[in-house]
């Protein structure tokens, strides 16, 4: 049975950076995507990014010029940093596996979410 | 833009049938998936491609697709669909995914 489970820093300040991994237990690492998602407070998902195994990335073009994601794909693990936070980037974070094929996408497999909170 | 409009809101009889649905022109292109969230929890992806159910995914969901709008079907809903839904694809580009704005879904 796959699992993600993610870990990083809950509270931050205000220009600070977030800083979150997921490390994947059970089946193929190098057979998918991995990707960041996340959810403000009584809103909708948010795609942040995707990265493939071998270090290639996507990301959302409204985020792009602060956020960072990288992999180890020895510890299959994956990490999202997102740079100079300010509290609209309060949210839960969520890291999730990218089911991928020329017609379709899915996240199917989800982490437990972390709650990033941005305050001065 | 990285979001899709979805109906905020639709309500269902309990047993009865009810359609979400989703527009986006690179759906001329690529199936949807569909992911239901519960309060307090992480979404769960419930069809994804041309119509795809995860193992452990009743079959009164289903997924279906018409020129650039999918459509989430509950068929026979019942008390535990009550949730938010979302529907996700890849934006034009290839390069991006997008969520729709996500439907709540009252199972009266």
């Known amino acids: 049975q796959v699992q993600l489970q993610q870990w990083g820093t809950g509270l931050l300040k205000p220009s600070e950076t977030l800083s979150l991994t997921c490390a994947v237990y059970?089946?193929?690492?190098?057979?998918?995507?991995w990707t960041w998602i996340r959810q403000p407070p009584g809103k909708g998902l948010e795609w942040i990014g995707e990265?493939?195994?071998?270090?290639?990335?996507n990301y959302n073009p409204s985020l792009k010029s602060r956020v960072t994601l990288s992999v180890e794909t020895s510890k299959r693990q994956f990490s999202l940093k997102l740079r100079s936070v300010t509290a609209a980037d309060t949210a839960v974070y969520y890291c999730?596996?990218?089911?991928?094929?020329?017609?379709?996408?899915?996240?199917?497999?989800w982490g437990q979410g972390t709650m990033v909170t941005v305050s001065s | 833009s990285s979001e899709l409009s979805q109906d905020p809101a639709v309500s269902v009889a309990l047993g009865q049938t009810v359609r979400i649905t989703c527009q986006g022109d690179?759906?001329?292109?690529?199936?949807a998936s569909w992911y239901q969230q519960k309060p307090g929890q992480a979404p769960v992806l419930v069809i994804y491609?041309?119509?795809n159910r995860p193992s452990g995914i009743p079959d009164r969901f289903s997924g279906s697709s018409s020129g650039n709008t999918a459509s989430l079907t509950i068929t026979g809903a019942q008390a535990e669909d009550e949730a938010d839904y979302y529907c996700?694809?890849?934006?034009?580009?290839?390069?991006?995914?997008?969520f729709g704005t996500g439907t709540q879904v009252t199972v009266l």
């Open positions: 690179s759906l001329r292109r690529f199936y």
């Open positions: 996700n694809f890849r934006d034009s580009s290839g390069n991006h995914q997008v």
């Open positions: 999730a596996r990218v089911m991928y094929s020329s017609m379709f996408d899915a996240f199917d497999i």
């Open positions: 491609g041309k119509n």
């Open positions: 059970g089946g193929s690492f190098s057979d998918y995507y």
């Open positions: 990265i493939t195994h071998s270090g290639s990335t």
